[in-house]
């Protein structure tokens, strides 16, 4: 049951590295249409470290390779995706929410991410051990942030969320998101809930 009008692009784990390439590239250059004619498109990726896999595979060997076996050239691509979110004027805006897989045990899988770490505008952290003690959603919520959050809110907002935050970072993830999901059960908003917080 589709509960959001959206478009589905698949390319499946099975199909070659050339095919995952050329889906991403169709709808990157189809997003940047719809924007250039005013639309507001947002893109969700699953997952950025798996199209630089594939860019890895496809792209003509430069000679550099860098740790975790990943070729120099092979991350430019998946860069350029990546780094074209953006807000145009006089048109639309371009929004992409990527995964990243991390703790795989793969160097490689390490080297992109931490080449995409910190180039985003907010990043959403999720913790194995708080999914395991099925706990949800298993956000690292010290770890998560959203960039210029002061642009974004009014001032008593931000104040309020620093202190939840100063608070918060005492915790370990588990004890963090235990406390937050079971106090934000008793309010009906995010204002309510900050108050409640500082009093």
Wanted: aromatic residues 6%; proline residues 3%; hydrophobic residues 40%.
């Amino acid at each position: 049951q589709r509960n959001v009008q959206g478009e589905v692009v698949a390319s499946t784990f099975d199909e070659p590295a050339e095919k995952h390439v050329r889906v991403a590239n169709i709808v990157l250059e189809k997003a940047k249409r719809l924007v250039e004619c005013g639309h507001d498109v947002v893109i969700l990726l699953d997952s950025i470290t798996r199209l630089a896999r594939a860019y890895n595979t496809v792209a003509p060997a430069s000679g550099k390779i860098l740790s975790g076996g990943i070729d120099a050239n092979a991350l430019h691509k998946p860069k350029r995706f990546f780094g074209a979110a953006r807000k145009i004027e006089n048109g639309g805006s371009l929004t992409i929410i990527a995964t990243a897989l991390t703790d795989t045990g793969s160097k490689m899988d390490e080297v992109i991410f931490e080449e995409f770490k910190g180039t985003g505008n907010m990043e959403l952290q999720l913790d194995r051990n708080i999914s395991n003690r099925r706990i949800y959603p298993a956000v690292d919520l010290v770890k998560s942030s959203t960039r210029r959050d002061d642009l974004l809110l009014d001032e008593k907002t931000i104040q309020r969320m620093w202190v939840l935050r100063k608070y918060l970072a005492d915790m370990n993830p588990i004890e963090a998101m235990e406390f937050i999901s079971e106090k934000i059960k008793f309010t009906t908003s995010n204002q309510e809930f900050l108050i409640s917080m500082n009093g």
